[in-house]
């Protein structure tokens, strides 16, 4: 079962920058970390989870989420079964639990959530008005 353990969230002001990081564990033979597609969500009181990042198993695909294109840089380093969300110029509506998730059965980068199989346990961002 692969374990997915996000950080890095945090209050940030406005305009400033927080880099979440997610690491991944119990990985099964014969399924390299680089085979997973990975996504960041996040989901704000009241609202539904909503996608922001896609990253292809190499890393040469990525996809965002209209309202993060240009702020959010979305990396991996399959070395380190890790996934990254670098978050610039940051406004209150970020303000979320941020989740990553790995899709395991398919090779193209998806926004739906259902797409996904594992998911980590969330981190807060802040963003205060």
């Known amino acids: 079962q692969v374990q997915l353990v996000e950080s890095g969230g945090g209050l940030v002001q406005a305009g400033g920058s927080l880099r979440l990081s997610c690491v991944a564990s119990?990985?099964?033979?014969?399924?390299?970390?680089?085979?997973?597609?990975l996504g960041w969500f996040r989901q704000a009181p009241g609202k539904e989870r909503e996608f922001v990042a896609g990253i292809s198993g190499g890393g040469g695909s990525t996809d965002y989420a209209d309202s993060v294109k240009g702020r959010f840089t979305i990396s991996r380093d399959n070395a380190k079964n890790a996934v990254y969300l670098q978050m610039n110029s940051l406004k209150t509506e970020d303000t979320a639990v941020y989740y990553c998730?790995?899709?395991?059965?398919?090779?193209?980068?998806?926004?739906?959530?259902?797409?996904?199989?594992?998911w980590g346990q969330g981190t807060q961002v802040t963003v205060p008005s």
């Open positions: 119990g990985l099964t033979s014969g399924r390299t970390f680089s085979s997973y597609v």
């Open positions: 998730a790995a899709d395991r059965r398919t090779y193209a980068i998806s926004s739906m959530s259902y797409e996904y199989d594992y």
